[in-house]
């Protein structure tokens, strides 16, 4: 499922999230890819996300330095990164885009090759 307009929180979707500093002294807006499925959040409070970065200059494995970054919403150059976390849905804010079904491939791929989930 690509991203949707519907304004639930779907597969594909790029949201702002504001994440809380662990010394709990502020937080910090960030954007990240949603890969969860509908399904899961709605029958969780959590959605599974992989954080972004503009920061295209180091690319780790597990990351994908994105093609179409301005489809997405974003406002710079940006790599997805094999970075997961699971989150709860209340810290997302609202969103930005949704990633290209061209990008979400080499995402995946990335994906399964750092979860160890090849075929």
Same mark, same amino acid.
């Given at each position: =499922?690509?991203?949707?307009?519907?304004g639930?929180?779907?597969?594909q979707?790029?949201?702002l999230?504001?994440?809380i500093f662990?010394?709990d002294?502020?937080?910090k807006?960030r954007?990240?890819l949603v890969?969860s499925? +509908?399904?899961?959040?709605h029958?969780?409070?959590?959605?599974?996300v992989? +954080?972004i970065?503009?920061n295209?200059?180091?690319? %780790?494995?597990g990351d994908?330095l994105m093609?179409?970054?301005?489809?997405a919403?974003?406002? %710079?150059?940006?790599?997805?990164?094999?970075i997961?976390?699971?989150?709860k849905?209340? =810290?997302?804010?609202r969103k930005l885009?949704f990633?290209?079904?061209?990008d =979400?491939i080499g995402i995946?791929?990335? %994906?399964k090759?750092?979860?160890?989930?090849?075929?």
């Amino acid at each position: =499922m690509t991203g949707s307009n519907e304004g639930g929180l779907s597969r594909q979707d790029i949201v702002l999230v504001d994440f809380i500093f662990s010394e709990d002294t502020g937080s910090k807006r960030r954007p990240v890819l949603v890969l969860s499925s +509908a399904e899961y959040h709605h029958g969780r409070q959590e959605a599974v996300v992989v +954080a972004i970065t503009s920061n295209t200059r180091r690319i %780790l494995p597990g990351d994908h330095l994105m093609d179409d970054w301005e489809h997405a919403g974003l406002p %710079l150059p940006s790599v997805v990164t094999g970075i997961i976390r699971t989150i709860k849905q209340g =810290m997302i804010g609202r969103k930005l885009g949704f990633v290209s079904e061209k990008d =979400m491939i080499g995402i995946e791929v990335n %994906l399964k090759t750092i979860l160890g989930l090849l075929d």
